[in-house]
């Protein structure tokens, strides 16, 4: 059976169907997540949050490069993924392999150099799932590029209820740190076994240099671009750890898994579809540009109007989902919440990018943006705590890279003007959210009925002012076909 045979239904059709069980997939992850965090904050302390996060960093740097770029291009490939996918499953295995014993081996010094030395055997453990991640690489590939997103949801919803399940009884039996690695470790390979039986495809290793040498060209630069972008979203952990400690790095973590919720939710699940929608219409500069414009337009919404109610109540949620004695975490979480927002929009620029065969652009952008990060974040750390941090990382991302996010859209024809048209109403319903819902923060005591309250009036001057988008949302069904291909 081969990829091709999968996809033979109206292409709009399967990429609603295919976006709508990436989303379900997304939101039933993310809120389990949320569930079980909101569990596991009372059995264990930040400390044991930072120890697990050092180990995380490691594992989402290499994860994400492992594969050196060629899982993404599996998914845009133009031809058979027969001519391909043997040999990206030998390079793929073997990248794996070398940088999962290179991590093992050198956990003990990376884990001092993160601050956190007594993390060395998580970030070995972590190590080992790189090598699990190897093997189910191509049948990944394989399931989103046929738009095959119910069977990925079912593995990825099964996997999580593995992580979250056995990384609660762990808590509760003492692990500590150690229950969020085993978890996290097992999970992951359920989640991997599931993707590898639900491929429409499978493949044995096999060699072709001359593919070897056309598929690194076009993933050595996909690699280059994940790594830079994984690095700015973990480049704060690190200057937390080595800065703040442990226990302020836990703080953090937590703050951000609640700032990212919305990320989690929609660029997740947009990711898996955007990337082969727009791949399809790379070469028609119309429809590119007004898929993407119009998907900005209604991802943004959404992701607006959650980010600005957490701003604003950054300390009654913290207190509310976590309990009294992680309140410290609230101001990182106030600008936090605010990049979510930015990282949701950038996301979908470099994905329009990768589709379009940009990605040298998008590895230039991270670059300059990594460049400026750094230096913002230390200078956060020392002179404002965790609130420091978040407060660099927000105006960093708005002041860097979004204008660099709009210079590369220009070479595809989509403008400055044409993004700041398609956020114009988002980002006005969303200072018509801040204004109520602080109104309602000097006027309601409590928590919960800060959040309930404000949340309903907060949502509800976001819809007014937001109604005129219900006509994308229900725009005719040739039109939608015709124009957009993947919210």
Known sequence: MTTSEVVEEP???????????????????????????IVLARLLT????????????VLLIV???NDLGLEPTLVRWAGRTEEIAPTATSIILGASFLLAGGTFLGAPAIATALGAPEAAGIVRLMAVSVMVNGLFAVPSALLTRSFLQGRRATADLTGMVVTLGLSIVLAVLG????SLAWGRFVGNIVNGVLLFAFAPARFRPGWSRSVARHMLTAGLPIAGTLLLAVGLM????????????????????????????PVSILSVAVARVSVPAFAR????????????????TLIMAPTTLVGVLLAVYALPTTRFVYGPGWAAAAGALSFLALLGGLRVA????????????KARLTLLIHGGWIVALLPALTVGALHGGIRGVGLAHFLVALGVGVPLHLA???????????????????????????????????LVDGDLATLVVGGLAGAAAFGIVAWPLIRLVRAPRHQAEAATSVV
């Open 175 to 178: 692990f500590g740190a150690w």
């Open 46 to 57: 930040p400390e044991d949050y930072g120890q697990f996060t050092v180990a995380l960093v």
């Open 346 to 357: 950038m996301q979908l620029a470099a994905d329009v990018l990768t589709a379009a065969g």
């Open 11 to 37: 292409f709009g059709k399967v990429v609603r169907r295919g976006l709508g069980w990436s989303f379900l997939s997304s939101v039933a992850t993310r809120a389990g997540t949320v569930l079980s965090g």
């Open 408 to 442: 590369a859209l220009v070479t595809l024809g989509i403008r400055p003007l044409d993004v700041l048209r398609s956020a114009r109403r988002p980002v006005a319903a969303g200072a018509a959210a801040v204004a109520v819902a602080l109104g309602v923060h000097r």
């Open 234 to 261: 973990n480049v704060d952990y690190i200057v937390v750890g080595r800065l703040l400690g442990p226990e302020a790095l836990g703080l953090y973590l937590l703050a951000f898994n609640l700032s990212s919720w």
């Open 281 to 296: 219409l790379q070469h028609d500069p119309g429809a590119l540009k007004a898929a993407f414009c119009r998907s900005l």
């Open 63 to 65: 994860a994400n490069v």
